[in-house]
């Protein structure tokens, strides 16, 4: 089989389009396609889809497709244009690409798997794409899902940061916490990223907004409390973050007490980091001894985790009444405890205490640990209309 034949094949491509070279570069290891239109063939207007022979060529694009054998593959054309009679000279729409992209349609599906299942950094580097490759793949997949979706409200909000690369590079995610979509990606976790989101709702939609779960994040406080109706009451700092926090801390009781010990040659902490990060019944079996010893020698590190497991609680009551009186005995513990990471953690969620309890007005909470990738797969699977675009 010649191998533009092999393409043809590979690439199904409809008529009037073909494979008319194939190009491999072993150095390189890359794979060139050219693509070319059947001379006299005629196109649809992409305004109203009327047939109309080709008036000329924009010069020739690349997309770069999926890799063939471990070698990069570019497909390559000249976009023709038609003059329609009533809307005049307009580029057509390719099969295998969406417009504007500089990728294949299949390139991207594959991409949006890949990060799926990497962070966006990792995803790069699978792909052989650069950040702002990866970071516009996204963007257009969220896009495609804001104009498929009807203006629906969204009554309850996760709004979520997500670090996207080693170096304090961060987007913002909002979340239909009850659905499990991805409504927004924005750049950065700014104020104005989040206050973007809410400029795109209608009024109505705002004012349907019930709840809304977050971090104890001043941007994200702000720009709530700026845009939806009585906000300030609708803003939940979610267990999952308070909880975050509250690990941090006993990770930097246990950092420094190591450091301590490591002085006087006692190795007792040693590789033991995510032993008190464990939640009391999730500790493995296999552990429970060399924990149940750890936590016999009355160390710091002991006492910060024993906080930690007493401030989840909090959440399991009822009430809020009863949930607060734990907490005013849980905050006396804490901040008695000489643990300053601890204190200090105890004072942040004091100053935050009443978007805390509101809690037990709204019951939501971030399913962030799940990450970004649950979401992006219903992103993914947004229709974006008819046709070949749908990814
Ligand atoms: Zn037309």
């Not at 008036?55 to 070698?71: C, I, K, N, Q, T």
């Not at 990792?122 to 052989?128: C, F, I, V």
């Not at 495609?144 to 009554?155: D, E, L, P, Q």
């Not at 493995?284 to 002991?302: D, I, Y």
Request: aromatic share 10%; glycine share 6%.
């Amino acid at each position: 089989m010649l191998d533009t034949q092999l393409f043809t094949r590979l690439l199904d491509l409809p008529r009037p389009w073909r494979v008319d070279h194939v190009a491999l570069d072993t150095d390189q290891q890359r794979i060139d396609v050219g693509l070319a239109h059947r001379p006299n063939a005629s196109f649809r207007c992409p305004e109203c889809g009327r047939r109309a022979p080709v008036y000329d060529h924009v010069p020739a694009r690349s997309w770069r497709h999926l890799d063939h054998g471990g070698f990069r593959t570019w497909l390559h054309a000249q976009i023709p244009r038609i003059a329609c009679p009533d809307h005049g000279i307009r580029r057509v729409s390719v099969p295998w690409a969406l417009p504007g992209s500089r990728f294949t349609i299949a390139f991207e599906r594959h991409a949006i798997d890949v990060l799926l299942e990497a962070d966006i950094l990792g995803s790069t580097r699978l792909l052989r794409i650069s950040w702002d490759q990866a970071w516009n793949l996204m963007e257009r997949a969220v896009a495609r899902g804001f104009r498929a979706k009807k203006r629906r409200v969204i009554a309850r909000l996760g709004v979520d940061e997500k670090a996207v690369a080693k170096r304090h590079r961060y987007v913002t995610l909002v979340c239909d916490l009850d659905r499990g979509t991805v409504e927004y990606i924005g750049d950065d976790r700014k104020q104005a990223s989040l206050d973007a989101y809410y400029q795109s709702l209608s009024k109505k939609q705002r004012a349907g907004i019930e709840a809304v779960a977050m971090d104890m994040w001043e941007p994200f406080i702000a720009s709530t409390v700026a845009y939806v109706p009585d906000g300030r009451a609708k803003i939940v700092f979610d267990r999952f973050h308070v909880m975050k926090h509250m690990l941090d801390a006993v990770d930097q009781v246990r950092k420094g007490e190591h450091r301590q010990l490591q002085a006087q040659g006692d190795e007792t902490l040693k590789r033991t980091k995510y032993l008190w990060l464990y939640s009391r019944e999730n500790l493995p079996e296999k552990s429970r001894e060399k924990f149940a010893a750890l936590r016999a020698l009355h160390l710091k590190t002991g006492r910060a985790w024993a906080i930690k497991e007493s401030l989840r609680d909090l959440w399991e009551y009822r009430r809020k009444g009863w949930a607060l009186r734990h907490w005013r005995h849980w905050y006396f513990w804490a901040t008695h405890s000489r643990l300053p990471p601890v204190v200090k953690v105890a004072r942040m969620i004091r100053d935050h205490l009443d978007n805390v309890l509101t809690y037990f007005d709204h019951r939501i909470t971030n399913a962030t640990s799940e990450g970004l990738n649950s979401k992006i797969q219903t992103i993914k699977k947004t229709p974006m209309g008819s046709g070949i675009g749908v990814i």
